[in-house]
């Protein structure tokens, strides 16, 4: 790829250890890669692998043991807790395989919660991006739905719309699809690589192998470490495997 | 996160459980409301006694044989009560005493009272006829009996209106009419303007004034006084009355210099103060019990809150993961436990104004709620939200923000 397009984040060398009892765990063991602005990365690998350990670093949730983490050109392993929090607020989106809505909270409110932590917007402006946000997720019609209110799908586009309010440097997404059906999975895909479309810079993790083939990386890892990191120059077109599907019985 | 959607959340978390929440504000409620009932009655009482004493004129003042056994301690001996002797209030009456305005020598007895076929029991007071400026009196009928009837030992007396229709129930006029107290014939003079019940609930109109001399000579045979009621000119100058009298009659006892006064001599400002501090004093103790009811209630809330962040961990791990820190988690649970103790002792403090308005129609006892104890018991309701809930807060602030979105 050209090496002029803009770095959004940065891994040299991370290593994580955890500590149970008298044994260490070293679940990442020195990762190197940089990913540009504009890509849609899916890391995949077997249960244990390390996904989720390298997503919570690069989503600031977690700090490595050793080694350098640059997200949008900023060091991250000196910051401290409070100054990552706000990183995140600014930086990062996430979507999590469980959608974790706010329970009784309407989609709007739920849209507006990263918003709610930007001392720099007020409640029409947070509303306003909020519904923007919606709209751009396909749920300008279902607004003032509560979380209860709606199907898995509409969750997982309500949490994506979450993740974009905030105009986020990268999105991370763990397991996004884990919890739908084909069809929605699908759905949700489709929305993905609109927002690829769109310029956005994703991360996906899944067990999914079908679905590195809707991104344009993909990143294996074995046992910490990265086993294969490929472009993909074929990305296949989510919308048109989703229209060849076989129809629901009762459309 | 601003502070008007930190009470948004807040209002909306305790929503979300009300009875929950109102459970651990029944506890706040209780002790806010025990408190206030405590106060308004400790409260109403002082005033209404404070009331009662300046009614019977708060610049007279006692003069009591013996030392003060507030401050001496020892069970004084009969002798050493009956130092106020008639010279002494004789020598006091021709000594010109700057700061005194009246003075009347108190000798009192008690016991039957008979007129025709009615008797009452009473107490005959014997005086001087300075007695009725002293205690703000007034004869409504008839006159006071005279300096001369004193010189005289007169067999005369006013009378109180509870002997009066005790004695003349069917409402003949008592004026110049014999009665007989202890057997002994008292001409009627006068009858005395009805001061009602005092906050003891002691009857003030039961009672008999005679000539003090009548009353020691003729009843009593004593000579000396049980006690000499002076009113100093004004109530700012009760104290340098005091100074004169106190002066005046250890001369008169010729006392040495560190001998101790074998009289004492107080004035009403000062029984009242002694009160007051007296009704204080009860006051505070049932105010401290009810106060711990409100520990109680912390506790209580406490409780709850810590309930309330295990059971939200999935939610403050999301808060965390779109970037709340943990300043505002803590903010967040801190608002909430001040919510619930505030609300708590806002209805707490309009359930003991109701039951304090109960209490005084319902039982007579005057109430009255100084607006400091609500504002404290306000501040307290908060202290006690931050105290106890600080705990809670913390422990939702120092969470792992991976371990809780992993929370089920
Ligand atoms: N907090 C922790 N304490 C100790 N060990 C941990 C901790 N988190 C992860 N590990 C260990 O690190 C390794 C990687 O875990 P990780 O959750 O990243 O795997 P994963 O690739 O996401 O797996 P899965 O596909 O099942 O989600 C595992 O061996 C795991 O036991
Ligand atoms: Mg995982």
Redesign the interface.
């Known amino acids: 790829m050209e090496e002029n397009r803009k770095v959004v984040i940065e891994l040299q060398n991370v290593k994580r250890d955890f500590k149970v009892g008298s044994e260490t765990v070293h679940a990442l063991r020195g990762v190197s890669f940089k990913i540009y602005e504009g890509e849609f990365v899916t890391i995949m690998g077997t249960s244990g692998s390390g996904k989720s350990t390298l997503l919570n670093q690069l989503g600031c949730l977690d700090t490595p043991t050793s080694g350098e983490y640059y997200l949008d050109g900023t060091s991250v392993r000196e910051m401290s807790k409070s100054q990552r929090a706000r990183l995140r607020n600014r930086k990062i989106g996430f979507v999590f395989q469980n959608y974790n809505l706010l329970a009784k909270t309407t989609a709007v409110e739920n849209v507006e919660l990263p918003l709610m932590y930007n001392s720099s917007y007020n409640a029409s402006q947070r509303r306003e991006a909020a519904i923007k946000a919606l709209e751009a997720v396909g749920l300008a019609d279902r607004l003032e739905h509560k979380s209860n209110q709606m199907s898995g799908g509409q969750m997982q586009r309500v949490a994506i719309a979450r993740a974009l309010v905030n105009n986020p440097a990268v999105i991370l997404a763990d397991e996004a699809t884990g919890n739908l059906d084909t069809r929605t999975s699908f759905e949700v895909l489709v929305l993905f690589q609109k927002l690829h479309a769109e310029g956005r810079t994703i991360i996906f993790v899944t067990h999914n192998p079908e679905i590195a083939q809707y991104s344009s990386r993909n990143i294996m890892l074995r046992d910490g470490k990265i086993r294969e990191d490929v472009i993909n120059n074929n990305i296949l077109s989510a919308a048109e495997a989703l229209a060849n599907l076989p129809k629901p019985q009762d459309d | ?2 502070f008007l ?1 930190l009470i948004k959340i807040a209002i909306k978390a305790i929503r ?1 459980n009300r009875f929950r929440s109102f459970l651990s504000m029944l506890g706040i409620i209780i002790g806010v409301a025990a408190v206030i009932i405590m106060m308004a009655i400790g409260q109403g009482s002082k005033e209404s006694v404070r009331q009662n004493i300046s009614q019977m004129g708060t610049n007279i003042i006692m003069i009591q044989p013996g030392t003060d056994m507030m401050r001496g301690g020892v069970r004084p001996d009969p002798s050493s009560m009956q130092t106020l002797k008639l010279e002494d209030y004789n020598a006091l009456l021709e000594s010109d005493l700057q700061f005194v305005s009246h003075m009347s020598p108190e000798v009192t007895a008690s016991g039957q009272c008979i007129y025709g076929a009615n008797n009452t029991s009473t107490t005959v007071y014997g005086e001087s006829v300075e007695y009725l400026d002293i205690r703000q009196l007034e004869v409504t009928d008839g006159e006071m009996f005279t300096n001369d009837d004193i010189k005289k030992s007169s067999k005369v007396c006013v009378i109180g209106k509870t002997v009066a229709t005790q004695l003349f129930p069917d409402g003949s006029d008592p004026i110049g009419k014999t009665i007989r107290f202890k057997s002994i014939p008292f001409k009627v003079v006068g009858v005395l303007k009805s001061k009602g019940y005092n906050s003891f609930g002691m009857d003030q109109d039961n009672l008999l004034i005679a000539p003090y001399t009548t009353v020691m000579k003729r009843i009593q045979a004593q000579t000396y006084f049980s006690s000499i009621n002076c009113s100093a000119l004004t109530e700012e100058v009760t104290d340098y009355a005091i100074d004169e009298l106190t002066a005046k009659l250890r001369a008169l006892h010729k006392l040495k210099d560190f001998a101790e006064d074998d009289f004492t001599i107080r004035s009403q400002q000062e029984m009242m103060d002694t009160m007051s501090s007296t009704m204080d004093m009860i006051t505070i103790i049932l105010v401290v019990a009810a106060a711990f009811s409100l520990l109680v209630a912390g506790i209580g809330i406490m409780n709850i809150m810590l309930v309330s962040v295990t059971e939200r961990t ?2 403050i ?12 988690i803590s903010c967040q649970f801190l608002i909430e436990s001040i919510m619930i103790s505030l609300t708590g002792g806002i209805i707490g403090v309009l359930v003991g104004y109701f039951a304090s308005i109960l209490c005084s129609t319902l039982f007579m006892l005057p109430t009255s709620i100084p607006l400091w104890a609500i504002v404290v018991s306000f501040i307290v309701c908060t202290v006690i939200g931050i105290g106890f809930g600080y705990f809670p807060a913390r422990k939702a602030a120092m969470m792992d ?2 371990e809780a ?1 992993r929370y089920e």
């Open positions: 996160m601003n959607n979300s999935k939610e791990g999301l808060r965390m993961s779109v970037g709340a820190r943990g300043f505002d923000p991976i979105i």
